[in-house]
């Protein structure tokens, strides 16, 4: 191969490396940029759930197989909204709300069980016991145990 022709394929091999290394970065600008607008999503409706106060019936236990398995049905007595929802984690309809919870919330609720919501707070009062209805944790929706 001449000297030339070697020169030419270094440098279109070095062109495609900084082009490859160039649109790594993107991406990885992209990908940090759909992280952040997650986050803002779940902290904008986490302090939605934090602003409202209702009492409710449960109307239906959901237990689907996969990542988002454990959902509850309450029937809301003094909550109405035409609608609201952020899914996969919840959806607001006129006076019901269907959301994921935790397996303790889950085990700790049975059908037409009275429950409350406090306005400022992020756990349900059932039978007397405070229980998160949504994680304090910064980003976090959901806390698994």
């Known amino acids: 191969m001449s000297k030339l022709k070697s020169n030419i394929l270094f440098q279109t091999l070095c062109f495609l490396a900084a082009l490859s290394l160039y649109n790594s970065c993107q991406t990885t600008k992209y990908a940090k940029g759909v992280l952040e607008d997650n986050q803002n999503l779940i902290e904008y409706h986490k302090s939605f759930i934090r602003s409202i106060e209702f009492t409710g019936t449960l109307k239906k236990k959901i237990e689907d197989k996969g990542k988002y398995g454990r959902r509850i049905l309450i029937e809301m007595d003094t909550f109405f909204v035409k609608e609201v929802q952020f899914n996969p984690y919840y959806s607001i309809k006129e006076n019901?709300?269907?959301?994921?919870?935790?397996?303790?919330?889950?085990?700790?609720v049975t059908i037409s069980d009275t429950l409350f919501k406090k306005k400022g707070s992020l756990d349900l009062k059932i039978n007397n016991k405070d229980i998160p209805l949504v994680s304090s944790e910064k980003y976090v929706w959901l806390q698994n145990k």
């Open 96 to 108: 019901e709300i269907d959301i994921v919870v935790s397996k303790e919330l889950y085990d700790s």
